[in-house]
């Protein structure tokens, strides 16, 4: 598929709503398991928590991954926060890694995140940074 210099209002649309979608299940999860009487529930979910939103980045990504730099730019910004984080989940073993192109300037970043750091994304992150992902999509792909 060649590069994407804009996406649909349903696209959009359609991301903002998986993302909700999944957000609302995993809190209906985390109450159940307060509230069950085996403590290893509660344990699972911890352990659980990082894997399930490491890899909804990874989708977030998908949902727009041709997006072209000339809209996404280079500069430390939630597109290119995601980019970096799907490529260190996927090509360096969950450890954030910069590259030649992108510009992550820890300061400016959602997660605050620096080059290096062990990607372990809780839900308060993943949902932050999802906003400000499709905040941005919104604002430059119109």
Do not use: C, W
């Amino acid at each position: 598929m060649l590069g994407r210099k804009s996406y649909t209002a349903d696209e959009v649309s359609h991301a903002e709503a998986a993302v909700e979608q999944l957000l609302g299940a995993y809190r209906t999860l985390a109450q159940a398991s307060e509230q069950a009487a085996d403590p290893r529930v509660a344990k699972a979910l911890v352990d659980f928590e990082p894997i399930l939103f490491n890899n909804m980045t990874l989708a977030l990504d998908r949902y727009f991954v041709h997006r072209v730099r000339v809209v996404a730019g280079k500069d430390s910004n939630p597109l290119n926060e995601v980019e970096l984080l799907a490529e260190s989940l996927m090509d360096h073993d969950a450890f954030l890694r910069g590259n030649n192109v992108l510009k992550l300037v820890t300061e400016q970043s959602v997660l605050k995140l620096k080059i290096g750091d062990r990607i372990r994304l809780d839900v308060e992150q993943f949902e932050k940074l999802a906003k400000a992902f499709l905040a941005d999509i919104k604002r430059k792909f119109k």
